[in-house]
């Protein structure tokens, strides 16, 4: 596959713009489900290539997005939802550095008493593109309610006129409605509505009712004619709709005639609002037809998100479109994609050194109801260059024995023969369900697992259905613990206090390790790993809301944990984000693979400098303070156990005083003097040695 790890695709919206310094454009995607962009190099073969370099330079943003150029400097500029309107952004990019500069939020409109918000719902798709052909671009949208289209005339270059006349966001209202047109619902237009009744809708020539909100709008001449039609897909709908044009390309349009089964000789057909995109993916110099669900969620489970982004190539001409149906996962058959809620786990599953790949799902379409298993996909490579293939889609047969959904994977040992077991958390109806698959199978060959001796695992009934479970021994006994990503944010420690074979687990705290419980940030999902070779454990969180974090996981169940990197440098992976961790390419470090909630993953290659350990340090180092008082009005000495250099940062994970060079055991005096109140950390830095943090209070 030539972008495997390009994350998954749901419902999306495709624009084409230039990301590097060739003569390509390239093609962006925003998927309206993870609120995610992904860009796509084009190559010279006429692929597209993932590259994820210029995810960060797009801003982040909710419901749609629009790449269209409004100031002609041939650079496409992108608009976006605001709340209950439209948001723009220049596009200032130069020599392959990717950038944009907000210029209006909202756009305006000239109103009877002075400037108004162009009014967007966050259902729908507006159709921004230059209708009338004067040079600048237009804006039509729902009105409020869903039934009408309003046309924002721009006047820009109207009202500057000259050969010098720059296109502008000069716009004003046309009207209560335009193209003479009631949309009542899925295949039901009324026609003969007098939009130019001095302004105001007249009444029908039939019988019409109000539609409710919900539609996308594609503007362009879709039969050669030289009139614009309206291509329009409806929230209650599951297929797109051709509205004819019948007169001019301006305010006087007037459509005359409604073409549901469109395109005629392969209709879209499949369970979900959708939306139109007609750009040139296949650089033949014609806009070819991109068809994708415009929906938040999945709602009923009725749409397959493995194959939702329709591909229909023009065959026809710029000025007289022919649209042929090529495919329907336009760039999904190119990645991993198991439809959503991607959950992956990885571990040597055939006994020959490197790690396996598992992957859970929220399920597929079957005619005997919506099910979920495992995915498998071997490593036919090496420890050092890893190549999954896949093996099959339905690992043990789960998905045809089990009746649930929402499966989540984990490998690890939970009954202490060192041989990775396999975990499911899963859903059957509103229940969450764990079972263990013990791994019969000796240490270092392939492992075995019998699905029907699969143990139910005695889990706390409170867990919810959006929660996560991780098991790890938290608090180095020997036994797997359990913790549990709260959908408010928080991370629960159940302390294993049976055995590995008879686990118990007792509520310990609902707050473990200090995660401050934020609903915005929702469910966390956890890896516990050493990430950097230093024989201590570091901390992953993913988020429900797509936040990446790395602490240091706490010396005790009680102590907090460290902030040591908020990830920000990673373009953002979506939402309903879950993590596995193992070394794929042969540095000893754990990488990243990241599931989502767009079906697909991700990978995250681990960069950190592999700590050397020389020594085994004194265990009194860990216990006792080296930096006090505590807490201080002003002054804190350090006196560390090793040379090195102290910084102070505060729980964002901000330096707030750089580092100072500090001697073993010899006192060094801090002024804090100039900070706020509040707690602080003082982070102990040397070469080839652990961070170090000690906690301050500034009290005063």
Same mark, same amino acid.
């Given at each position: 596959?030539?972008?495997?790890?390009?994350?998954?695709?749901?419902?999306?919206?495709?624009?084409?713009?230039?990301?590097?310094?060739?003569?390509?454009?390239?093609?962006?995607?925003?998927?309206?489900?993870?609120?995610?962009?992904?860009?796509?190099?084009?190559?010279?073969?006429?692929?597209?290539?993932?590259?994820?370099?210029?995810?960060?330079?797009?801003?982040?943003?909710?419901?749609?997005?629009?790449?269209?150029?409004?100031?002609?400097?041939?650079?496409?500029?992108?608009?976006?939802?605001?709340?209950?309107?439209?948001?723009?952004?220049?596009?200032?990019?130069?020599?392959?550095?990717?950038?944009?500069?907000?210029?209006?939020?909202?756009?305006?409109?000239?109103?009877?008493?002075?400037?108004?918000?162009?009014?967007?719902?966050?259902?729908?798709?507006?159709?921004?593109?230059?209708?009338?052909?004067?040079?600048?671009?237009?804006?039509?949208?729902?009105?409020?309610?869903?039934?009408?289209?309003?046309?924002?005339?721009?006047?820009?270059?109207?009202?500057?006129?000259?050969?010098?006349?720059?296109?502008?966001?000069?716009?004003?209202?046309?009207?209560?409605?335009?193209?003479?047109?009631?949309?009542?619902?899925?295949?039901?237009?009324?026609?003969?509505?007098?939009?130019?009744?001095?302004?105001?809708?007249?009444?029908?020539?039939?019988?019409?009712?109000?539609?409710?909100?919900?539609?996308?709008?594609?503007?362009?001449?879709?039969?050669?004619?030289?009139?614009?039609?309206?291509?329009?897909?409806?929230?209650?709908?599951?297929?797109?709709?051709?509205?004819?044009?019948?007169?001019?390309?301006?305010?006087?349009?007037?459509?005359?005639?409604?073409?549901?089964?469109?395109?005629?000789?392969?209709?879209?057909?499949?369970?979900?609002?959708?939306?139109?995109?007609?750009?040139?993916?296949?650089?033949?110099?014609?806009?070819?037809?991109?068809?994708?669900?415009?929906?938040?969620?999945?709602?009923?489970?009725?749409?397959?998100?493995?194959?939702?982004?329709?591909?229909?190539?023009?065959?026809?001409?710029?000025?007289?479109?022919?649209?042929?149906?090529?495919?329907?996962?336009?760039?999904?058959?190119?990645?991993?994609?198991?439809?959503?809620?991607?959950?992956?786990?990885?571990?040597?599953?055939?006994?020959?050194?490197?790690?396996?790949?598992?992957?859970?799902?929220?399920?597929?379409?079957?005619?005997?109801?919506?099910?979920?298993?495992?995915?498998?996909?071997?490593?036919?490579?090496?420890?050092?260059?890893?190549?999954?293939?896949?093996?099959?889609?339905?690992?043990?047969?789960?998905?045809?024995?089990?009746?649930?959904?929402?499966?989540?994977?984990?490998?690890?040992?939970?009954?202490?023969?060192?041989?990775?077991?396999?975990?499911?958390?899963?859903?059957?109806?509103?229940?969450?369900?764990?079972?263990?698959?013990?791994?019969?199978?000796?240490?270092?060959?392939?492992?075995?697992?019998?699905?029907?001796?699969?143990?139910?695992?005695?889990?706390?009934?409170?867990?919810?259905?959006?929660?996560?479970?991780?098991?790890?021994?938290?608090?180095?006994?020997?036994?797997?613990?359990?913790?549990?990503?709260?959908?408010?944010?928080?991370?629960?420690?159940?302390?294993?206090?049976?055995?590995?074979?008879?686990?118990?687990?007792?509520?310990?705290?609902?707050?473990?390790?200090?995660?401050?419980?934020?609903?915005?940030?929702?469910?966390?999902? +956890?890896?516990? !790993?050493? #990430?950097?070779? @230093?024989?201590? %454990?570091?901390?992953?969180? /993913? &988020?429900?809301? =797509?936040? $990446? *974090?790395?602490?240091?996981?706490?010396?005790?169940?009680?102590?907090?944990?460290?902030?040591?990197?908020?990830?920000?440098?990673?373009?953002?992976?979506?939402?309903?984000?879950? +993590?596995?961790? !193992?070394? #794929?390419?042969? @540095?000893?470090? %754990?990488?990243?693979?990241? /599931? &989502?909630?767009? =079906?697909? $993953? *991700?990978?995250?290659?681990?960069?950190?400098?592999?700590?050397?350990?020389?020594?085994?340090?004194?265990?009194?180092?860990?216990?006792?303070?080296?930096?006090?008082?505590?807490?201080?009005?002003?002054?804190?000495?350090?006196?560390?156990?090793?040379?090195?250099?102290?910084?102070?940062?505060?729980?964002?994970?901000?330096?707030?005083?750089?580092?100072?060079?500090?001697?073993?055991?010899?006192?060094?005096?801090?002024?804090?003097?100039?900070?706020?109140?509040?707690?602080?950390?003082?982070?102990?830095?040397?070469?080839?040695?652990?961070?170090?943090?000690?906690?301050?209070?500034?009290?005063?």
């Amino acid at each position: 596959m030539p972008n495997a790890f390009a994350g998954g695709l749901n419902a999306c919206q495709f624009s084409m713009m230039k990301l590097d310094s060739d003569t390509r454009d390239d093609l962006v995607v925003f998927d309206r489900t993870a609120s995610k962009v992904s860009t796509f190099l084009a190559q010279a073969d006429g692929s597209f290539r993932y590259d994820p370099r210029y995810e960060s330079a797009f801003p982040a943003m909710l419901n749609w997005m629009l790449l269209v150029d409004y100031d002609a400097d041939g650079r496409r500029d992108l608009f976006t939802y605001t709340t209950a309107g439209i948001r723009l952004f220049r596009n200032i990019s130069t020599a392959g550095q990717v950038r944009f500069q907000l210029v209006a939020d909202p756009l305006m409109v000239e109103g009877f008493s002075g400037l108004l918000p162009i009014y967007g719902s966050p259902v729908d798709i507006p159709a921004i593109t230059d209708l009338d052909d004067d040079g600048d671009i237009d804006v039509l949208a729902a009105q409020v309610g869903g039934s009408y289209v309003v046309y924002y005339e721009n006047l820009s270059r109207n009202r500057t006129p000259g050969p010098k006349a720059l296109p502008g966001l000069d716009f004003k209202r046309n009207g209560d409605c335009w193209g003479n047109f009631i949309i009542n619902d899925c295949e039901a237009f009324a026609f003969g509505v007098n939009c130019q009744g001095g302004g105001r809708i007249a009444t029908p020539t039939s019988g019409a009712r109000p539609a409710h909100s919900g539609i996308t709008l594609t503007i362009a001449d879709t039969d050669g004619d030289n009139r614009k039609d309206i291509l329009l897909g409806h929230v209650g709908c599951f297929n797109v709709n051709q509205i004819r044009n019948a007169t001019s390309n301006d305010a006087k349009a007037n459509f005359v005639s409604a073409e549901t089964k469109f395109p005629a000789n392969a209709p879209v057909d499949f369970p979900s609002f959708l939306a139109t995109f007609l750009e040139d993916v296949d650089a033949d110099g014609d806009a070819d037809l991109l068809v994708s669900p415009n929906n938040s969620g999945n709602d009923g489970g009725l749409t397959d998100y493995r194959t939702s982004n329709w591909f229909y190539r023009n065959t026809g001409t710029r000025t007289k479109p022919a649209y042929e149906l090529v495919q329907k996962n336009f760039l999904q058959d190119g990645m991993i994609d198991l439809g959503e809620n991607s959950a992956p786990a990885l571990a040597d599953l055939d006994g020959d050194g490197d790690a396996d790949l598992l992957v859970g799902h929220a399920g597929t379409i079957t005619s005997a109801g919506t099910r979920a298993g495992l995915w498998y996909f071997e490593n036919k490579g090496t420890t050092n260059d890893p190549a999954f293939e896949l093996v099959t889609t339905d690992y043990l047969g789960l998905a045809q024995s089990l009746n649930v959904t929402y499966t989540v994977p984990q490998l690890i040992d939970m009954d202490g023969n060192q041989t990775p077991d396999l975990v499911l958390t899963s859903r059957a109806g509103r229940v969450v369900q764990v079972r263990v698959f013990l791994n019969t199978a000796p240490r270092g060959t392939a492992a075995r697992y019998v699905a029907a001796e699969a143990r139910t695992w005695p889990v706390p009934a409170t867990i919810g259905l959006r929660e996560l479970l991780t098991f790890a021994d938290v608090d180095r006994d020997g036994l797997v613990d359990l913790l549990v990503g709260k959908q408010i944010g928080t991370v629960e420690y159940y302390r294993n206090t049976g055995s590995n074979g008879a686990p118990v687990y007792t509520p310990q705290s609902q707050t473990f390790a200090n995660l401050a419980g934020d609903i915005t940030t929702g469910t966390r999902s +956890l890896v516990v !790993a050493d #990430l950097n070779g @230093d024989n201590r %454990p570091e901390l992953v969180t /993913g &988020s429900y809301n =797509g936040q $990446l *974090r790395l602490y240091r996981f706490p010396d005790s169940p009680t102590q907090p944990a460290v902030l040591l990197d908020s990830l920000n440098n990673l373009s953002f992976a979506g939402t309903d984000l879950t +993590l596995a961790a !193992a070394d #794929l390419d042969g @540095d000893k470090l %754990p990488d990243l693979v990241l /599931g &989502s909630i767009a =079906g697909g $993953l *991700r990978f995250i290659k681990n960069d950190s400098e592999k700590v050397i350990i020389t020594a085994t340090e004194p265990t009194t180092d860990d216990t006792t303070p080296w930096a006090y008082p505590n807490p201080t009005d002003r002054y804190v000495t350090v006196r560390p156990p090793h040379d090195g250099m102290a910084e102070v940062i505060n729980l964002a994970g901000q330096v707030v005083r750089a580092g100072t060079p500090v001697r073993a055991y010899n006192e060094t005096t801090i002024d804090l003097g100039d900070l706020p109140e509040g707690t602080y950390l003082v982070r102990l830095l040397a070469p080839n040695k652990p961070a170090r943090v000690e906690k301050v209070v500034i009290w005063r």
